[in-house]
């Protein structure tokens, strides 16, 4: 595969694992083969008190099974997935300790099941701290979304990577500034459409209208993209020259800036 011809989902939420998230795994699946891509990272939030918002408790509940939860959108992604359509697993980290008035996001990429398990309250230690972990395991670590509204900047030093392109349609997303900041600090740019499967639907009249306000949509781009591609932003990914089927030759790929961006010219 000498052109960069293989699409990958790189930043994907799952009804199972992430509160917010209104797409099962397999629909989120049965998206991405809608769209074109070839494979997929699952990015389930990864943060405190996740449990209690999805079942709806008033208590903890043990490490392996708060990790038995997380895994549950990524595993029922793997069931559902075609033979050659390689699902691979990310995490979306907040810590708890973030500066006052932020919600900092980080996407982490070849994490493993194992490393979950025997790793309790990992995003309990803080972002310098996980960065030791991430070069100490080999990860690699982007700040997603990080020029929204209620985002704060931190130290390049503690970043890999940048998501320059997110494609989610309900934040103001100020993209163009993500990548020139990632241009400035030298952090290689990522581009994914932060998929939670809770974008605008066509109602009984035939117009699209969005998912929560039920509001019809008149933005002519936006229009345009839904019909396109259902969605009212481009998706977002990366296009990779060859098969990415696990986290070594995503790893690999990453760190030798062997991708293009899908979604976006930046």
Same mark, same amino acid.
């Given at each position: 595969?000498?052109? #960069?011809? *293989?699409?990958?989902?790189?930043?994907?939420?799952?009804?199972?694992?992430?509160?917010?998230?209104?797409?099962?795994?397999?629909?989120?699946?049965?998206?991405?083969?809608?769209? /074109?891509?070839?494979?997929?990272?699952?990015?389930?939030?990864? %943060?405190?008190?996740?449990?209690?918002?999805? $079942?709806?408790?008033?208590?903890? &509940?043990?490490?392996?099974?708060?990790?038995? $939860?997380?895994?549950?959108?990524?595993?029922?992604?793997?069931?559902?997935?075609?033979? /050659?359509?390689?699902?691979?697993?990310?995490?979306?980290?907040?810590?708890?300790?973030?500066?006052? !008035?932020?919600?900092?996001?980080?996407? =982490? #990429?070849?994490?493993?099941?194992?490393?979950? #398990?025997?790793?309790?309250?990992?995003?309990?230690?803080? &972002?310098?701290? *996980?960065?030791? *972990?991430?070069?100490?395991?080999?990860?690699?670590?982007?700040?997603?979304?990080?020029?929204? @509204?209620?985002?704060?900047?931190? %130290?390049?030093?503690?970043?890999?990577?940048?998501? =320059? #392109?997110?494609?989610?349609?309900?934040?103001?997303?100020?993209?163009? *500034?993500?990548?020139?900041?990632?241009?400035?600090?030298?952090? &290689?740019?990522?581009?994914?459409?932060?998929?939670? !499967?809770? !974008?605008?639907?066509?109602?009984?009249? !035939?117009?699209?209208?969005?998912?929560?306000?039920?509001?019809?949509?008149?933005?002519?781009?936006? =229009?345009?993209?839904?019909?396109?591609?259902?969605?009212?932003?481009?998706?977002?990914?990366?296009? @990779?020259?060859?098969?990415?089927?696990?986290?070594?030759?995503?790893?690999?790929?990453?760190?030798?800036?062997?991708?293009? &961006?899908?979604g976006t010219e930046i």
């Amino acid at each position: 595969m000498s052109e #960069y011809t *293989f699409r990958m989902e790189m930043h994907m939420h799952t009804s199972e694992a992430s509160p917010c998230g209104k797409a099962s795994a397999a629909e989120g699946i049965a998206r991405c083969l809608r769209l /074109g891509y070839h494979g997929c990272v699952i990015t389930d939030h990864f %943060k405190a008190r996740t449990e209690q918002e999805l $079942l709806g408790i008033n208590h903890d &509940l043990p490490w392996r099974e708060k990790i038995d $939860l997380f895994l549950s959108g990524y595993r029922n992604a793997k069931a559902a997935a075609p033979n /050659g359509f390689p699902v691979l697993l990310g995490v979306e980290i907040r810590f708890k300790d973030c500066h006052p !008035g932020s919600e900092n996001d980080y996407t =982490v #990429y070849g994490v493993t099941e194992e490393m979950l #398990y025997a790793n309790e309250g990992l995003y309990d230690i803080g &972002l310098p701290a *996980f960065r030791r *972990f991430a070069q100490a395991h080999g990860l690699f670590v982007v700040q997603a979304h990080p020029f929204r @509204f209620d985002m704060t900047h931190v %130290k390049p030093k503690y970043l890999d990577g940048m998501e =320059v #392109y997110n494609s989610n349609p309900h934040h103001d997303e100020n993209n163009d *500034f993500a990548a020139l900041w990632a241009d400035r600090y030298g952090l &290689l740019p990522l581009s994914g459409s932060d998929y939670h !499967g809770d !974008g605008p639907r066509r109602n009984a009249a !035939g117009q699209w209208e969005t998912f929560h306000k039920k509001k019809a949509i008149d933005n002519p781009d936006a =229009v345009r993209n839904l019909e396109q591609f259902g969605e009212a932003n481009p998706p977002g990914g990366l296009a @990779f020259c060859q098969t990415v089927s696990d986290n070594a030759a995503l790893l690999t790929a990453l760190r030798n800036r062997d991708y293009r &961006l899908i979604g976006t010219e930046i």
